[in-house]
């Protein structure tokens, strides 16, 4: 048997596994959206624990085992953070870590973390184990791999003791980050980092001399990646594929194109604010009211998240806006109803939105043969959402004004200046319509004349030229996923990218 095994391939066999377990203090801040909280640094334990392989080979996905996320508080920050009133407590949270190889660098978010419902103990220390699945990394070269923990982002909900009910009973705290805080409820949002001079490296994974393989997904920026669902693909081919996406990196990785962070399942949106934002409509998108027809108002503070693609029809591809996968998704911030209108089977509600949507990484082959990258930078104006119902039939419209503007551009890899200036020469006239009521969410659809770009190249060289006949023109069509609004003091849900 023995002599038998030594002559069988080792394909398929199981490879080796090291622990990785760490134990470090760490300073928490309440986030800026969380509203009310904490005002000073809290101070907490936090050990994590996980499995990782001995070795890897370049090409192929390097997976880490189940990760776990034990945050503990003493009786007295547990008191401060969730209020000396709370009965039980759980949470989300997002684990941020250094993938480092060589002298390459990248950051993987590591979402999706929760811990079930706990009691807040009269004595001792709170600790709630946050668990989750993680993501693979891929790189292109041999040299250990290291994974350092860093940044930890916390959302917690706690629950105080209802009077009401029997006092040895503890109220039920199982509804989820996207159900609103009851008024017994309170919902905390911290950033940690670690304190300085704590050791948080994880584990290091041997990636020894072999047979270069290419992972599945090129990283962003590279040149295979201009052929990719960011940069690439035939006109009726333009969205995106799963796993396309900006390295699946909370910072990007234009400057690690050796390693490739697999995205996690899905990103998160900040807590929605408390107050509704203060802007004016725009009343040249007003439809027409039919006679007799009174006008009111609600106001309210409510959020979305709205993902999708615009498409570049010169460069024959396509760019991200507001990828779901990324780490930190934005939304769009509703005054819900500052106008709304009434009449005989017909009800209008028109809200101000404040987009806030991240910088894209975009890659083409430019004209077809030189690959090109760029990041783009969404300069919007305030939006005027549209939702009416008429006839029974509900449909949703959302009009503003936005600029592009262009940075990190690299042509082959080699950075070219453009200057902090390089954009639209005037605001875009954005208009999207979709079939569906608002608050529940649908396809938004449109199509942008891209301008002619201006200030590109600084004093050294005028660029314009260049950015205005590869990009500028009509004919570029935009698909936008609106996710289901939400209220004030929750995280808003993050929809799928659009399907053609």
């Known amino acids: ?158 629950a105080a003791r209802n009077e009401q009910s029997d006092p040895g009973t503890l109220p039920d705290t199982t509804a989820g980050d996207d159900t609103p805080p009851g008024p017994d409820q309170r919902l905390v949002q911290l950033t940690c980092a670690p304190r300085e001079g704590e050791d948080t490296r994880l584990a290091s994974v041997s990636v020894p001399e072999g047979a270069a393989g290419e992972p599945d997904t090129p990283p962003s920026g590279s040149a295979d990646a201009a052929r990719g669902a960011e940069g690439g693909g035939g006109p009726e081919d333009r969205a995106p594929a799963d796993g396309a996406q900006d390295g699946g990196t909370a910072d990007g990785d234009a400057d690690a194109p050796g390693i490739a962070v697999a995205p996690g399942q899905r990103g998160e949106a900040a ?26 108002t609600i106001g309210a503070s409510l959020c979305a998240v709205p993902v999708g693609y615009a498409t570049v029809r010169k460069q024959d ?19 819900l109803g500052q106008r709304t209108v009434s009449g005989v089977d017909y009800l209008e509600s028109d809200s101000l939105g404040l987009l806030d949507f991240p910088d894209s990484a975009s890659a083409f082959l430019t004209f077809g043969f030189q690959p090109v990258s760029a990041r783009i930078a969404f300069e919007t104006e305030p939006a005027t959402v549209v939702n009416l119902v008429k006839a029974g039939r509900a449909t949703t419209s959302v009009g503003y004004y936005q600029r592009l503007r262009l940075y990190d551009v690299r042509v082959n890899g080699v950075p070219l200046e453009v200057g902090d200036n390089c954009r639209s020469a005037h605001p875009m006239d954005t208009e999207l319509t979709g079939a569906y009521p608002f608050m529940e969410g649908g396809l938004l659809k449109g199509e942008i004349d891209i301008p002619p770009f201006r200030g590109c190249g600084g004093e050294r060289e005028d660029l314009d030229p260049l950015f205005t006949a590869a990009v500028s023109g009509p004919g570029n069509v935009l698909e936008i996923q609106q996710g289901p609004v939400l209220g004030a003091g929750t995280a808003p849900t993050v929809p799928d990218l659009p399907r053609r």
């Open 1 to 158: 048997m023995a002599l038998l095994a030594a002559l069988l391939p080792s394909t398929g066999s199981t490879a080796r596994e090291q622990a990785a377990r760490v134990s470090a203090g760490y300073l928490c801040e309440p986030s800026s959206a969380a509203g009310e909280s904490a005002t000073a640094a809290t101070a907490v334990n936090v050990g994590i624990s996980a499995t990782f392989p001995e070795t890897g080979t370049p090409g192929e996905p390097i997976q880490p085992g189940a990760l776990t996320v034990r945050v503990s508080l003493t009786k007295a920050a547990a008191g401060e953070v969730l209020g000396e009133d709370a009965a039980t407590v759980e949470g989300s949270a997002a684990l941020t870590t250094e993938v480092a190889q060589n002298d390459e660098r990248a950051r993987a978010r590591w979402t999706g973390l929760s811990a079930a419902g706990a009691p807040v103990p009269d004595e001792g220390e709170l600790e709630l184990a946050h668990t989750g699945t993680v993501p693979p990394v891929t790189v292109r070269s041999p040299g250990d791999l290291t994974f350092t923990a860093d940044r930890l982002d916390l959302t917690l909900r706690s």
């Open 317 to 335: 591809g396509a760019v991200l806006i507001n990828d779901p996968r990324r780490a930190e998704v934005g939304m769009m911030h509703l005054n």
């Open 271 to 296: 807590v929605c604010p408390a107050e509704p934002p203060v802007g004016e409509l725009d009343p040249e998108r007003f439809p027409e009211p039919p006679p007799g027809s009174s006008e009111g």
